[in-house]
């Protein structure tokens, strides 16, 4: 069964730290994402790749970094958590062209 | 981008068929209509997409206005397992390389 597998599943942090989410993905796509989820505002793109070390904004990247150094993994970097941060992450992975993405199981980040 | 309108919620009983409905007035040329879906607890899950003709998997299947402002995703034998948030979204081939944007969804909930 293909596969996008995150790090953790619940992780806590505090304030201030430096925050690191892996996602690593098992089929070859050239296409990342991180998204977050919290309640009443739905699913907020927050940074993508499309190729190794190529990345791009997305709807709301500010306090967030990202690295993808080889295809299969892209991470999320929160260089000074805040606890405006805590929140459902979730990472997806897609090929070129129409078909869908797969979304791995997410990580719930709470920050104190 | 093109933007999505869902019932908030809709109920069923099971082993029943379910139609979900969506409108997108504005979708363009280029772009693809993807429904997935998301279980309490689990990141989201890809289960069907088309451009113009219906299509159907093992899921569900998807049938598309003739002039595309609308589509309705049908589960043919509601089960307890297919209670969940449905998102409706619009994918443009040509841009931003395929990323998504979820709107609120339709929350699905299943009677026994």
């Known amino acids: 069964d293909v596969k996008v597998t995150q790090s953790s599943r619940y992780l806590v942090k505090r304030t201030g730290e430096k925050v690191f989410l892996e996602c690593v993905q098992d089929m070859d796509h050239e296409n990342m994402f991180w998204y977050r989820q919290d309640p009443g505002l739905g699913l907020r793109l927050i940074y993508f790749?499309?190729?190794?070390?190529?990345?791009e904004k997305g709807d709301i990247p500010e306090g967030y970094s990202v690295s993808r150094e080889k295809k299969e993994r892209f991470s999320l970097i929160l260089e000074s958590a805040s606890t405006n941060q805590t929140s459902m992450y979730l990472c997806a992975s897609s090929s070129q062209g129409a078909k869908g993405y797969t979304f791995g199981s997410g990580t719930r980040l709470t920050v104190v | 981008d093109a933007k999505t309108t869902q019932p908030n919620s809709m109920e069923s009983n099971e082993e029943e068929p379910v139609h979900l409905p969506c409108n997108h007035s504005t979708i363009s040329g280029t772009d693809y209509i993807h429904w997935y879906r998301q279980l309490p607890s689990q990141g989201p899950e890809y289960v069907i997409h088309?451009?113009?003709s219906n299509v159907n998997n093992r899921m569900a299947s998807l049938a598309i206005a003739e002039d595309r402002k609308s589509s309705t995703l049908i589960l043919h034998r509601a089960t307890l397992r297919d209670a969940a948030v449905y998102y409706c979204i619009l994918r443009n081939r040509e841009r931003s390389y395929g990323k998504l944007t979820f709107g609120q969804g339709t929350i699905l909930t299943v009677h026994p």
């Open positions: 088309g451009l113009t």
């Open positions: 790749s499309y190729d190794v070390k190529m990345k």
